[in-house]
């Protein structure tokens, strides 16, 4: 039996540097022997650059993929090296991942480019997770890290994936509930899933938030939080406009219309999970851990 579990989704920018990834591990310090699952999105800009890489190579310039892709390995290894040292494990699993698409830039492009995004964009979270992982381990958290693929069941739609929720329940029961049950982190990765044949897919741009929703379905969360770069839920968007203020609380339906118009601090596909199991949705600054946030309930 679960008590308590709360889910924590960390956003790219959460995530871009060294010192965000630091943070990160504090949040989680904070957080005491909770039963804790997180949902880690790629670091920074790391998706748009991998959506370089599939453009690339759907345009058969192989070279220019194979160059793209290392640049990305040479800046994951650098953010490695500053957060690990020269020595730690997760270099073998960061090549690990790196090689899962060096295989399909090899291969021919047969114009099923819906497919190909997602063996190649998916590996953004991947990476970041497994260096949140590792990090975390250095600050004696006993972390776990878990393939989301082998959770997150989907069908075959490529780049906007449904989920097989019944299955999905299954693999999380199986996969995820004894680790949280033995005390233990989870870490996982938002945005992608697989499908019977394990074929890797997306749950559509910007979709780790609703990875995090699916989590929070399947584990009865007590909570689920959004960690972003700004205080909360906001009136507009403080980059076009003036006197913006946070709001404390809003209602699934109020954000489920938010969203609807636009407003993009929440995923649009996130708030339904949640609300059917009645889990409160908690959009929280990382830049400021202690502030009171957003509530969605």
Request: aromatic share 8%.
């Amino acid at each position: 039996m679960l008590e308590s579990v709360e889910v924590y989704k960390f956003g790219g920018a959460s995530v871009r540097d060294a010192e965000g990834i630091r943070n990160v591990g504090r949040i989680v310090q904070r957080h005491g022997s909770k039963q804790l699952a997180i949902v880690v999105s790629a670091i920074g800009k790391t998706t748009n650059a991998l959506e370089k890489v599939v453009a690339a190579y759907a345009k058969t310039e192989v070279d220019q993929a194979q160059s793209l892709l290392a640049e990305l390995k040479d800046q994951h290894y650098t953010l490695t090296r500053e957060l690990l040292g020269e020595t730690s494990a997760a270099y073998a699993k960061l090549n690990d991942a790196f090689v899962e698409v060096e295989w399909l830039l090899e291969e021919p492009y047969d114009n099923a480019y819906d497919y190909a995004y997602d063996q190649i964009v998916s590996i953004g979270e991947l990476l970041s997770s497994i260096v949140v992982h590792a990090y975390l381990r250095t600050l004696g958290i006993e972390a776990s890290w878990i393939d989301a693929r082998g959770v997150v069941r989907t069908d075959d739609l490529y780049r906007e994936a449904w989920v097989d929720w019944e299955t999905t329940q299954q693999q999380a029961d199986d996969k995820l509930r004894p680790v949280l049950q033995g005390g233990g982190v989870v870490v996982t990765q938002g945005f992608i899933g697989a499908t019977a044949d394990n074929e890797t897919t997306t749950l559509g741009r910007e979709g780790s938030d609703y990875s995090a929703a699916i989590l929070s379905y399947c584990l009865d969360a007590q909570r689920m939080s959004i960690w972003k770069d700004v205080p909360g839920v906001l009136t507009a968007d403080p980059r076009y406009f003036d006197n913006v203020t946070k709001l404390d609380h809003l209602s699934y339906r109020e954000a489920i219309e938010m969203t609807y118009y636009g407003a993009k601090v929440i995923h649009p596909k996130t708030i339904k999970p949640l609300q059917n199991k009645a889990i409160p949705l908690m959009v929280k600054s990382f830049v400021d851990p202690e502030g009171s946030g957003t509530r969605v309930d």
